[in-house]
């Protein structure tokens, strides 16, 4: 072979050569802008997603404002109310579907910061009610606030902290529990479960009670203890009401295929507006 067939052969090589690494480079540069413009898509349908959610809650919000937070005589919380009732908001081709809860309704973990009155008791009960190993959350070491006492806790995953308890108990205990700094347990809102764990009551009744609620709830503490079937019974009124300031907004958001779950924790403040005290973004079967 000549000298310049040679030098022919080492060129075209070359040029191959150069034409493959400008390919892989073109290749990489195409594959690093499809992976940009969807992560892009992505955190637009998420914003989407949050902003659907942010406008079921402000709805939520509202609702609770006009029914609860207007009112001039004794406030009463009951699920005869509309807030009580699921609702369905479509909006930008999008849909949130929102349901209110009383936090009221659960057992306030924050009640057992006190060792005074039933809280110790009714939740020992509680807690062989759902089959849960017994546990106190007053153990939990807590900072002292401005007015010396024990600040409340967090949130109730703090529990975790107590041996007895794994993930499994925990998952269970969370939907019959809250941390409110102290709040009574709203009777008009209370699930059987939680009735049940009161003194001198059990399933059976608590079942009974729950299903002869009044559709517009009861009026006082002492309507529901004066009740025939809670006569002769040791009911202690203390820890009880038929109020409440703690709603938590659950939101379910769906863009197409796409789903975004938010809980709002609300607080009805004496002017009657709704402070958001929390958010926070869940799994679809976290309570």
């Known amino acids: 072979m000549s000298e310049h067939a040679r030098q022919r052969g080492v060129a075209l090589i070359s040029v191959l050569l150069i034409t493959a690494l400008v390919t892989l480079i073109i290749s990489d540069m195409l594959a ?4 940009s413009l969807a ?3 992505n955190q637009l349908h998420q914003q989407q997603l949050w902003q659907l959610a942010l406008s079921g809650e402000a709805l939520a919000r509202q609702r609770l404002h006009e029914e609860l937070g207007k009112r001039e005589e004794p406030l009463r919380v009951h699920l005869g109310q509309g807030w009580a009732r699921d609702q369905a908001l479509e909006l930008d081709g999008g849909l949130v579907r929102i349901r209110v809860e ?14 005074n009155g039933p809280a110790r008791a009714r939740y020992q ?3 062989k009610l759902l089959d849960l190993p017994p546990h106190d959350p007053a153990r939990l070491p807590s900072r002292p606030g401005h007015d010396g006492k024990p600040q409340p806790l967090a949130d109730s995953s703090q529990l975790l902290r107590l041996e007895p308890l794994g993930g499994a108990d925990l998952q269970r205990l969370r939907a019959f529990v809250a941390t409110l700094g102290g709040s009574a347990l709203n009777l008009n809102t209370a699930s059987a479960e ?20 009044p559709a517009q709830g009861y009026a006082s503490v002492q ?5 025939p079937l809670l006569q002769g019974r040791e009911l202690n009124s203390r820890g009880l009401a038929v109020d409440s300031r703690h709603f938590r907004v659950h939101l379910a958001a769906e863009l197409g295929e796409r789903r975004l779950y938010l809980a709002s924790d609300l607080r009805l403040e004496v ?3 709704l402070a958001v005290l929390r958010r926070q973004l869940l799994a679809p ?3």
């Open 285 to 287: 079967t976290q309570p």
């Open 32 to 35: 690093r802008q499809r992976l």
């Open 102 to 115: 009383d936090l009221a309704g659960r057992f306030d973990l924050d009640t057992l910061r006190s060792s």
């Open 39 to 41: 992560s892009s898509a």
């Open 125 to 127: 009960r509680l807690l």
């Open 223 to 227: 309507a529901f203890v004066e009740l």
């Open 271 to 273: 002017d009657g507006t």
């Open 194 to 213: 939680q009735l049940a764990a009161l003194e001198g009551l059990d399933p059976g009744i608590a079942r009974t009670l729950v299903q002869g609620r």
